[in-house]
């Protein structure tokens, strides 16, 4: 179905953390400074599921536009750059030093980007058609 990738950078976790990273990931998870999750659809059915998906939760959001940018904490950076019709972006950070770039060229690309903790990196390049959400969590 969807392709599921997930990446990580090396740093100390606390126990409790490394305790639940254990329990739910390989092991090479455990020394990670940025552990991100990214789901992308592989053809064009996938694509509308995820994109469905970003819609639903954009009405839920009452998100309007085609892009939303939301910072919770400090020191945050985001940049999205759309052209062609029926994209959507969404973006949340919460902590500090985040930062995504998200470019969407063409239409109908969804994308999500959510990130937690302190100093996660994004740069997504959409060029029509395509769907993805990425979540990236840094202690």
């Given at each position: 179905m969807f392709r599921v990738t997930a990446t990580t950078r090396p740093a100390r976790f606390s126990a409790l953390a490394a305790l639940v990273l254990t329990l739910s990931l390989p092991a090479a998870a455990?020394?990670?400074?940025?552990?991100?999750?990214?789901?992308?659809?592989?053809?064009?059915?996938?694509?509308?599921?995820?994109?469905?998906?970003?819609?639903?939760?954009?009405?839920h959001r009452d998100i309007r536009a085609g892009a939303d940018v939301r910072q919770v904490g400090r020191n945050h950076a985001a940049r999205v750059h759309q052209s062609g019709g029926g994209?959507?972006?969404?973006?949340?950070?919460?902590?500090?030093?985040?930062?995504?770039?998200?470019?969407?060229k063409g239409g109908n690309n969804g994308q999500v980007i959510l990130?937690?903790?302190n100093g996660a990196h994004a740069n997504v390049h959409q060029s029509g058609g395509q769907a993805g959400i990425l979540i990236q969590l840094a202690p």
């Open positions: 455990l020394d990670a400074k940025t552990l991100s999750l990214s789901i992308n659809a592989r053809n064009a059915d996938e694509a509308r599921a995820l994109n469905t998906a970003i819609t639903l939760y954009s009405i994209n959507q972006g969404i973006i949340r950070q919460r902590g500090q030093g985040h930062s995504a770039n998200l470019t969407q990130q937690y903790g």
